[in-house]
């Protein structure tokens, strides 16, 4: 009598990581990713339909493909080595400042912005990937040069050249929230890092004099954008440069506590510009109201947390300083854009993360936390 014999199949974690903090991570990610598609695939149908000969869900099924091809991507590079991120880093930065001022020359401009570039069957945005590029470079080499943290600014300038030069292409296009936010970012890392308060607020008080001097550069309506946010709107203004924040506040009132129910948005009926994309969170109010606007809320804090806790359990420099960008990213960037659509802050256009409709910026926030992991995982193995 043959012995059948039975053989055991182990699947391996495809993160190859035992930290619960990285499976945290990703279920977050995860949770956010789905909440963005199914959130534009309702704050999109009008304009898909106009758009796309009356497909009402065109514009949310490339979300969704969207989702899945950054997920696949962020699967594959979560198992790279961390030496891949310090090695090609200066390739990372000169292809993204490439494609940057490919924009500058060639791109498609809109609302007095240049920051696409149309390749004929697609067209994307490089400044999202620019911001992990920018990231993965400064984060790299304040871990090859960790004893420059003790050094006064005068000692930064090579490195600062390094990150500065993209973003003020950036800001040459004309993007004036994407330059703030990367701003933000270096800022930030240089603080994870260590550097001394002084030093961070010197440059942070140069940014500001940037941040002015832009809103008053180029033909389009930032500046008066900024008036109207600090003097208040007056009547004149509501079709101009206000309607948009009056109709942004007026969706979310109308959701109350428990919203008007998913797919019942108005204002998405063209009321609202850019529904789907940069005031996506006045239509999650809306639709899902109040309840729904805390339970995302409270997603991006657990991301927070568990990000600021890998900081802590992982302190290499490499790791700690690459985590604190990605912080100050994301997380910096969805209250940037919540503050914005409450008119705590003034219009910047920069998308929710995870949320707003846009495959450049989803696939980027999934490249991000792809490259979290990836350093997670070499550190929790060597230290």
Same mark, same amino acid.
């Given at each position: 009598?043959?012995?059948?014999?039975? @053989?055991?199949?182990?699947?391996? @974690?495809?993160?190859?990581?035992?930290?619960?903090?990285?499976?945290?991570?990703?279920?977050?990610?995860?949770?956010?990713?789905?909440?963005?598609?199914?959130?534009?695939?309702?704050?999109?149908?009008?304009?898909?339909?106009?758009? &796309?000969?009356? &497909?009402?869900?065109?514009?949310?099924?490339?979300?969704?493909?969207? !989702?899945?091809?950054?997920?696949?991507?962020?699967?594959?590079?979560?198992?790279?080595?961390?030496?891949?991120?310090?090695?090609?880093? &200066?390739?990372?930065?000169?292809?993204?400042?490439?494609?940057?001022?490919? *924009?500058?020359?060639?791109?498609?401009?809109?609302?007095?912005?240049?920051?696409?570039?149309?390749?004929?069957?697609?067209?994307?945005?490089?400044?999202?990937?620019?911001?992990?590029?920018?990231?993965?470079?400064?984060?790299?080499?304040?871990?090859?040069?960790?004893?420059?943290?003790?050094?006064?600014?005068?000692?930064?300038?090579?490195?600062?050249?390094?990150?500065?030069?993209?973003?003020?292409?950036?800001?040459?296009?004309?993007?004036?929230?994407?330059?703030?936010?990367?701003?933000?970012? *270096?800022?930030?890392?240089?603080?994870?890092?260590?550097?001394?308060?002084?030093?961070?607020? !010197?440059?942070?008080?140069?940014?500001?004099?940037?941040?002015?001097?832009?809103? &008053?550069?180029?033909?389009?309506?930032?500046?008066?954008?900024?008036?109207?946010?600090?003097?208040?709107?007056?009547?004149?203004?509501?079709?101009?440069?206000?309607?948009?924040?009056?109709?942004?506040?007026?969706?979310?009132?109308?959701?109350?506590?428990?919203?008007?129910?998913? $797919?019942?948005?108005?204002?998405?009926?063209?009321?609202?510009?850019?529904?789907?994309?940069?005031?996506?969170?006045?239509?999650? $109010?809306?639709?899902?109201?109040?309840?729904?606007?805390?339970?995302?809320?409270?997603?991006?804090?657990?991301?927070?947390?568990?990000?600021?806790?890998?900081?802590?359990?992982?302190?290499?420099?490499?790791?700690?300083?690459?985590?604190?960008?990605?912080?100050?990213?994301?997380? $910096?960037? !969805?209250?940037?854009?919540? !503050?914005?659509?409450?008119?705590?802050?003034?219009?910047?256009?920069?998308?929710?993360?995870?949320?707003?409709?846009?495959?450049?910026?989803?696939?980027? @926030?999934?490249?991000?936390?792809?490259?979290?992991?990836?350093?997670?995982?070499?550190?929790?193995?060597?230290?």
């Amino acid at each position: 009598m043959s012995r059948v014999r039975s @053989n055991r199949v182990q699947l391996r @974690n495809p993160f190859n990581a035992d930290s619960p903090l990285v499976t945290m991570l990703i279920a977050v990610t995860v949770l956010l990713a789905l909440f963005g598609t199914f959130m534009v695939l309702s704050a999109s149908s009008v304009t898909s339909g106009l758009n &796309n000969g009356g &497909n009402f869900f065109a514009d949310g099924f490339m979300q969704g493909a969207s !989702a899945v091809f950054g997920g696949a991507l962020c699967l594959i590079i979560a198992r790279w080595p961390v030496s891949f991120w310090s090695r090609y880093r &200066n390739y990372f930065v000169g292809g993204g400042f490439a494609l940057q001022f490919a *924009v500058l020359t060639v791109g498609t401009e809109y609302g007095g912005n240049r920051n696409w570039l149309d390749v004929g069957f697609f067209s994307f945005q490089p400044s999202e990937f620019l911001k992990l590029a920018v990231i993965v470079w400064f984060a790299s080499w304040i871990h090859d040069n960790e004893y420059m943290l003790d050094e006064p600014l005068r000692r930064w300038i090579q490195p600062l050249i390094w990150v500065g030069v993209p973003i003020g292409m950036v800001g040459l296009g004309g993007d004036l929230g994407t330059t703030m936010i990367m701003g933000l970012i *270096v800022l930030g890392m240089l603080a994870f890092a260590g550097l001394p308060a002084r030093t961070i607020l !010197a440059l942070a008080a140069i940014s500001v004099l940037a941040v002015f001097a832009l809103l &008053n550069v180029g033909g389009s309506n930032r500046g008066a954008r900024f008036d109207a946010w600090l003097q208040g709107c007056t009547p004149e203004q509501y079709e101009t440069v206000c309607w948009q924040t009056m109709h942004g506040l007026w969706a979310l009132s109308a959701g109350g506590l428990f919203g008007l129910g998913p $797919g019942s948005s108005r204002a998405k009926w063209s009321w609202l510009p850019h529904a789907d994309s940069d005031y996506i969170f006045a239509i999650v $109010g809306e639709e899902l109201g109040m309840l729904g606007a805390i339970a995302l809320i409270v997603l991006f804090l657990a991301l927070a947390v568990t990000l600021v806790r890998l900081v802590r359990e992982f302190p290499q420099p490499l790791t700690r300083v690459l985590i604190g960008g990605v912080f100050v990213w994301i997380i $910096g960037q !969805a209250f940037v854009n919540i !503050a914005v659509v409450l008119n705590v802050v003034p219009v910047l256009g920069v998308p929710l993360p995870f949320i707003s409709s846009g495959g450049s910026a989803l696939v980027a @926030n999934f490249l991000a936390i792809g490259v979290v992991v990836s350093c997670v995982r070499h550190e929790e193995r060597y230290g």
